[in-house]
């Protein structure tokens, strides 16, 4: 009896899936303490800088198996906001986001490779403007630990540059490209 016990302990332990100690969290966007920035040049003489005002998400984190993370980011595309009522007008408009056909933008990660130091390249599908494309997001652990309301948190940054004619968003002169700066602040559950 204590044989065949072992032999379905022993069974069980093989048939359940291991389960990942990565943690989950969700972007802190209601304390804003996370962005998604961006600088595009306007006609090649300058630079324009804007962000998203709204936008939520959710990342899981294991600092011992960074490779099993995984981020999910939702934009909500009619909040983009350059200080400019006009500019901001016809950006959402056809002639670029078009926000009423378009309005959200997703990422989701698909690897996540180490780098050292903290830093790291995550690897996703970005839909944007009804096109879904490859990007690499530059990352890196700003930190993590315990916050002054009994929470948990962890926060990091990333850059990437994204090609918006990629995602059959019109261009302008120099303006092909848009660099994200991406800085995000996740609570644990």
């Given at each position: 009896m204590k044989k065949h016990m072992l032999a379905l302990g022993l069974l069980a332990a093989v048939s359940v899936p291991s389960v990942a100690s990565a943690a989950d969290y969700v972007i802190d966007t209601k304390g804003a303490h996370a962005s998604i920035n961006l600088k595009i040049k306007h006609l090649g003489y300058s630079w324009i800088k804007g962000r998203f005002n709204e936008f939520d998400g959710t990342f899981s984190y294991d600092p011992k198996n960074l490779a099993a993370s995984q981020v999910k980011v939702n934009v909500d595309t009619s909040s983009f906001d350059t200080n400019h009522a006009e500019r901001d007008k016809h950006v959402r408009s056809e002639d670029f986001l078009d926000v009423k056909k378009?309005?959200?933008?997703?990422?989701?990660?698909?690897?996540?490779?180490?780098?050292?130091?903290?830093?790291?390249?995550?690897d996703g599908n970005l839909t944007l403007h009804g096109q879904t494309k490859p990007i690499?997001?530059?990352?890196?652990?700003?930190?993590?630990?315990?916050?002054?309301?009994?929470?948990?948190?962890?926060?990091?940054?990333?850059?990437?540059?994204?090609?918006?004619?990629?995602?059959?968003?019109?261009?302008?002169?120099?303006?092909?490209?848009?660099?994200?700066e991406l800085h995000v602040e996740g609570i644990r559950q």
């Open positions: 378009y309005a959200t933008a997703t990422f989701t990660s698909t690897k996540v490779t180490p780098k050292g130091d903290d830093a790291m390249t995550i690499s997001i530059d990352a890196q652990l700003v930190g993590e630990g315990e916050d002054p309301w009994g929470g948990y948190r962890a926060g990091f940054t990333g850059t990437t540059r994204i090609e918006l004619k990629d995602f059959g968003i019109q261009v302008m002169g120099d303006s092909s490209y848009a660099d994200l």
